[in-house]
């Protein structure tokens, strides 16, 4: 199992990038699937999560998550973005066995 994330890139303060993770399997087969972030010289932290049933959670409602199931696909969408959201994004998936990682994508957001 394979996770591609990308979307990432410099963002000025207060734009609204889109990422997107493309799962090598079906998006459905995963118990949950989620975001997460690590600034420089932090852990990394959870942003977003949306689980089989739909049903999601996140920690700042500037983002939502969401998902394609045709697409294989799982977005996080981030509105009004400010420089300390400046992370590597990464995203995560759970498929009641294991957990996959996918590679991250920068964000970095201008002042």
């Known amino acids: 199992v394979q996770l591609q994330a990308s979307g990432g890139g410099l963002v000025p303060a207060g734009g609204s990038p889109r990422l997107s993770c493309v799962a090598s399997?079906?998006?459905?087969?995963?118990?949950?699937m989620g975001w997460y972030r690590q600034a420089p010289g932090k852990q990394r932290e959870f942003v977003a999560i949306?689980?089989?049933?739909d049903t999601y959670t996140y920690t700042d409602s500037r983002f939502t998550i969401s998902r394609d199931n045709a697409k294989n696909t799982v977005y996080l969408q981030m509105n009004n973005l400010r420089p300390e959201d400046t992370a590597v994004y990464y995203c995560?998936?759970?498929?009641?066995?294991?957990?996959?990682w996918g590679q991250g994508t920068q964000v970095t957001v201008s002042s």
């Open positions: 399997v079906g998006v459905s087969s995963f118990a949950n």
């Open positions: 995560r998936g759970f498929d009641l066995r294991r957990v996959y």
């Open positions: 949306i689980r089989s049933d």
